[in-house]
């Protein structure tokens, strides 16, 4: 008897030793599979491809339940016949260890039948996990050659050519999450190329395809379920679009400085921490418009529509806000040092503790404006009407207010300290003016 027959008698744990076995040549069996993709030689790669995707390297997290299904099929097939030749081997002898070793032939034969059955079942399990996820990732692999030839159509020298690409990109984007972002950034890229070259269409609006472009740019993750956490945060700045349609897009973070918006519709659009640096927004309509936090640095908004604007927070230093329609905006904690409201409509605007130091607010309407807490130092408020405004706590101090109208006005706390009046200035009953309640120019009167 040959001694390893010998030690399957005396020794059972060699039956564990075999199952183990069986699963260390399995993984051994992957690990080579996966060194020969990664580091293999090249004749390889064809051979390799045709296995089902959950095989081959890299493995991703959603790959893992398969690839461990097929390992565990494979330990199970190599147990069985393993098995099997420890059967075919023999391991019977005459005498009295007869029962023993048919006993030991019963548990291999078991064992050999068990590993088949288990490892065709996950074997089977493997492929229909597998085929379910080719099916879900089926409209990505269909996109990956429709994507790179709408990109290649998009330099196509006739226009209808690239407005065909860009509606394609935009469906491609819909359909795989993988090309939202790159689809963002073409399209991006698309408009700093062609909105300063490509002839303005009709009412002075952008060409249709960079249109387009900006819509697919600003919409490319408008889709069910993705969510709304995603921002643009794409380079568009000295992008030259005025008139373009951008109402209720998701610019979020996106750079636009210096970009000519002139006459723009930005209606309800986001703007949430957006770069606006001397952005050129004359006559544009941001009615609606998300712009906390903005930074609108010298900026240009002069005659913009801003009614009910979210401005909280916003950089608005030295920026340009001369007749510009500012009724109901929320301009909370705003920074318009220096900035120019001339003219401009602040009606039941929202200025609590903004700082309007130095600004020039000259024949501005702040009807009903809250400026509680404002710092207006220095500001230029001559023939302001601040009629029924909320001014408790302001800092007016050194402030122009020659033929401004106060009346109804809530100074409460206010500070008036060398404030300008004369005597087209109208003053609540009961203000105190370099200590006169009500004085006529008891401070530096011109």
């Given at each position: ?26 993984v ?63 391991l ?88 939202r972002?790159?689809t ?61 349609e ?60 801003l ?57 501005a ?23 029924d ?11 122009d ?31 105190r ?14």
């Amino acid at each position: 008897m040959t001694s390893w027959r010998a030690r399957l008698r005396r020794d059972p744990a060699l039956l564990v030793l075999v199952l183990l076995a069986a699963a260390v040549l399995a993984v051994a069996l992957f690990a080579v599979v996966g060194l020969a993709w990664t580091a293999g030689p090249a004749e390889w790669r064809p051979v390799l491809e045709r296995l089902p995707a959950h095989l081959v390297p890299p493995y991703p997290a959603e790959d893992l339940p398969p690839l461990a299904m097929t390992v565990l099929a494979a330990a199970g097939l190599l147990a069985a016949a393993g098995c099997r030749l420890l059967r075919r081997g023999g391991l019977r002898s005459p005498g009295p260890e007869e029962s023993l070793d048919a006993g030991r032939e019963t548990l291999l034969r078991r064992v050999s039948t068990g590993g088949v059955v288990l490892g065709l079942l996950l074997a089977s399990g493997s492929l229909v996990y597998a085929d379910a996820r080719s099916i879900e990732a089926a409209p990505e692999r269909r996109s990956g050659g429709g994507y790179a030839e709408a990109v290649r159509r998009l330099g196509s020298e006739k226009a209808e050519v690239r407005l065909a690409a860009i509606h394609t990109l935009r469906r491609l984007a819909h359909e795989s999450e993988r090309d939202r972002v790159t689809t963002a950034d073409v399209m991006a890229a698309y408009v700093r190329e062609h909105g300063s070259a490509a002839p303005p269409g009709r009412d002075g609006r952008p060409a249709a395809d960079v249109q387009t472009a900006l819509t697919v740019l600003g919409s490319v993750y408008d889709v069910p379920d993705a969510g709304h956490d995603w921002v643009c945060g794409c380079d568009l700045a000295r992008v030259r679009v005025p008139g373009a349609e951008l109402s209720g897009l998701n610019l979020g973070v996106a750079v636009l400085a210096q970009a000519d918006l002139r006459g723009a519709r930005l209606s309800g659009t986001n703007l949430d921490h957006a770069d606006l640096t001397r952005a050129d927004l004359r006559g544009a309509l941001l009615d609606g418009a998300d712009l906390p936090y903005a930074v609108l640095f010298m900026a240009d908004l002069g005659g913009a529509d801003l009614r009910g604007a979210d401005l909280r927070g916003a950089d608005l230093f030295q920026t340009d806000l001369g007749k510009a329609a500012l009724r109901r905006a929320d301009l909370r904690g705003v920074d318009l040092f220096d900035a120019d409201l001339r003219g401009a409509d602040l009606r039941g605007a929202d200025l609590t503790g903004a700082s309007l130091s130095g600004a020039d607010v000259r024949a501005a309407d702040l009807r009903t404006a809250i400026l509680r807490g404002a710092d207006l130092k220095r500001a230029n408020l001559k023939d302001a009407d601040l009629t029924d405004a909320d001014l408790s706590g302001a800092d007016l101090s050194s402030a122009d207010l020659t033929g401004a109208d106060l009346t109804g006005a809530d100074l409460t706390g206010a500070d008036l300290t060398g404030v300008r009046i004369d005597g087209r200035t109208k003053l609540p009953p009961g203000a105190r003016i370099g200590g006169a309640a009500g004085q006529e120019g008891a401070v530096g009167t011109r």
